[in-house]
């Protein structure tokens, strides 16, 4: 059991270039999110899924793509990478107990991502 | 939307004295409440949650937090840090939607021999 796993853990881009996260999870949870972790800024949301095919913004969205096409995989895309998007990128995920929330999300390692 | 405030960015504390990471909300409807510890290039892990109930939760390694409403806080403390415990702590506030979840800016915490 991995786990939240995010593939790659560091790459450096120059502007304007496009990239992909991946994020992988292995527990079977229905939600998964994606964020940015800056220095003095904590953890901000970028984009969320509810379960497979279904995607939605969250609070920083604008530069950025997410799909959904597997339940266990939530991946995030740089169409034209800009210097203000270097930070660390965290997937996690979380699930349901019935209809209730659980309110507990397991976070992968992290992707550390630089901007030239 | 809710948010929260860390008070402190860093706090220095010598192994074994305890300590207490400031955390106040702020919210219109009901919260909940929650405390992830970072350890050094790892990912965030639950410590402990606030959801309804006791106001005081008790979390993993001997961490323990109180839920305040007239005060809107929601204090991270421990009476007796290792050195293990080192490492960064984020205080976390969601509403009934679990999908917008705010984290403060973040307390490192550093424990000295």
């Known amino acids: 059991n991995a786990g939240v796993t995010q593939t790659p853990k560091f790459r450096v881009l120059k502007t304007g270039q496009s990239m992909t996260l991946l994020c992988a999870q292995d527990?079977?949870?229905?939600?998964m999110y994606w964020y940015r972790q800056d220095p003095g800024m904590g953890l901000r949301l970028i984009h969320y899924s509810v379960g497979e095919g279904t995607t939605a913004k969250g609070e920083v969205p604008d530069g950025y793509n997410v799909s959904r096409l597997k339940k266990q995989n939530f991946l995030l895309g740089l169409e034209s990478a800009a210097p203000s998007q270097t930070s660390v990128y965290f997937c996690?995920?979380?699930?349901?107990?019935?209809?209730?929330?659980?309110?507990?999300?397991?976070f992968g390692p992290g992707t550390r991502l630089t901007v030239t | 939307a809710q948010s929260v405030t860390q008070l402190d960015s860093q706090v220095p504390v010598f192994e074994e004295a305890p300590v207490e990471l400031r955390c106040n909300y702020s919210?219109?409807?009901?919260?909940?409440l929650f405390w992830y510890v970072q350890y050094p290039n790892q990912g965030l892990q639950l410590l402990l949650k606030?959801?309804?109930?006791?106001?005081l939760v008790k979390g993993i390694n001997g961490f323990e937090a109180e839920f305040n409403k007239s005060q809107t806080s929601f204090h991270l403390r421990k009476p007796s840090v290792h050195i293990s415990d080192t490492a960064e702590y984020f205080c976390?506030?969601?509403?009934?939607?679990?999908?917008?979840?705010?984290f403060g800016a973040g307390t490192r915490l550093t424990v000295k021999p």
């Open positions: 606030y959801l309804s109930g006791s106001t």
């Open positions: 976390a506030v969601t509403g009934y939607n679990n999908n917008d979840m705010r």
């Open positions: 919210s219109s409807v009901s919260v909940y």
């Open positions: 527990m079977n949870h229905e939600y």
């Open positions: 996690a995920s979380s699930y349901s107990i019935g209809l209730a929330y659980s309110y507990e999300q397991y």
